[in-house]
């Protein structure tokens, strides 16, 4: 990641940070700093789209913490005393901030901003070009759809085995689309009282249609909201399903602006209505990774440390067959683990090198078998 980047993921972490201590001050002063940083990247940026997406990202951040300087505003004026929505800034915080509400009418707030792209991906090719000209490119050029006669919306669900970027493709694809990411866990809308799950999907669905420039939604394990029905289904569960489709069957026409993506490990558990248009009518199969992407996974696990020059690449992406990309990457945060503490112990630093891999790669096992892997490519 770039200078920049790094600087306004941590303006970010710390705001977020100082929203979970509900020091709401801070919180707007980093944001406003996060928003400023962006505005000088997207004068400096030469290519047009990428300058309206760093302008667009900036915008977001610069009213975000407007909202929040508002709030501290409100909050001290007692006449006023209706706290004002706030669009988070990320979904843990959230998390936090929902956990420790005492206002059941507090709506919970959703959505994130994703500064990833493509780019940021490595492999599966096939993947970001069926993303590119299915979701992507539809969603940016509208009027050449109606040319076409194309209706566009739909949802694209990835599968595949845990761990092969299905989360990341998603991020990559608001990211590229400069949208709000909302990124949705069943726990977040799955609730233990009756009713409320179905009040979380409402509040979520509007939260999204009321953002100004649309939204990516993406539901994670999506196989915990619409399993297939049975006869014996809880009434609450059968209920949120019902709900959950005619929600998804406002894309393309109401919904335009709304982008969907889901992802499961477990595809065939899946309701039918769920896989069916205008609902998450495209799949996509998120295989391990190949030989060029592990390969492209080591640098991306590498990238900010010192190497060693003996460290053999393709050694390393030899005998990485059959891990996925959370693996390889969990191998380099191992590997880099060991000079970092001999450095703390001895004050001397030095590169990684293969030796640190070997231990590193003791006891990792694919965490997918092959039995798994046909099921997936059956499927
Ligand atoms: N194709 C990839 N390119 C770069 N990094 C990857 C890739 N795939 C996985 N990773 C790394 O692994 C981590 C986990 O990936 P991710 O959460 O996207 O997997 P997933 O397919 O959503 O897994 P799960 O099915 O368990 O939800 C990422 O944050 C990233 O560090
Ligand atoms: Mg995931």
């Not at 407007?66 to 409100?74: A, Y």
């Not at 998450?280 to 440390?305: H, Q, T």
Request: charged share 25%; net charge neutral; with cysteine.
């Amino acid at each position: 990641m770039c200078s920049w980047a790094n600087k306004l993921t941590a303006y970010i972490d710390n705001a977020n940070l100082l929203l979970q201590k509900s020091d709401r001050n801070g919180a707007a002063i980093e944001t406003a700093k996060a928003a400023e940083l962006l505005f000088v990247e997207a004068k400096k940026a030469a290519n047009a789209a990428t300058k309206k997406k760093l302008t667009l990202r900036a915008s977001q951040l610069l009213e975000t913490s407007l909202l929040l300087r508002d709030e501290i505003k409100s909050k001290r004026t007692p006449a006023n005393s209706q706290p004002q929505k706030t669009q988070i800034l990320s979904q843990r915080n959230q998390q936090e901030k929902s956990k420790n509400s005492n206002d059941e009418n507090d709506p919970p707030v959703f959505s994130r901003g994703s500064t990833l792209t493509f780019a940021d991906v490595a492999g599966l090719d096939e993947v970001k070009s069926t993303l590119m000209q299915r979701v992507v490119l539809p969603f940016r050029f509208p009027d050449k759809l109606l040319i076409y006669g194309l209706t566009g919306g739909g949802g694209m669900l990835f599968y595949g085995p845990p761990g092969t970027g299905k989360t990341l493709l998603a991020r990559a694809v608001a990211g590229e689309l400069g949208l709000p990411f909302y990124l949705i866990k069943s726990s977040e809308i799955l609730s233990q009282y009756y009713g409320q799950s179905t009040k979380n999907l409402a509040a979520l669905f509007e939260q999204a249609r009321n953002e100004p420039d649309g939204a990516c939604i993406f539901f994670d394990e999506i196989d915990s909201l619409a399993k297939r029905r049975t006869d014996d289904m809880h009434g609450a569960t059968l209920q949120l399903l019902t709900q959950l489709l005619q929600e998804l069957d406002g894309v393309g026409g109401r919904d335009g602006r709304l982008v969907f993506l889901a992802a499961t490990n477990t595809p065939w558990d899946l309701d039918d209505a769920i896989l069916r248009p205008p609902r998450f009518c495209e799949k996509c199969y998120v295989p391990l990774p190949d030989e060029p992407a592990r390969r492209a996974m080591f640098e991306i696990g590498l990238k900010k440390c010192i190497v060693d020059a003996d460290l053999n690449f393709s050694e390393l992406v030899e005998i990485s067959e059959g891990l996925s990309g959370a693996d390889i990457i969990n191998i380099c945060e191992r590997a880099k683990l060991i000079p970092f503490t001999e450095a703390i112990q001895t004050g001397v630093d030095r590169p990684v090198n293969a030796n640190d891999f070997k231990k590193a790669m003791q006891n990792i096992k694919p965490s997918v078998n092959k039995e798994s892997l046909k099921k997936y490519e059956n499927w």
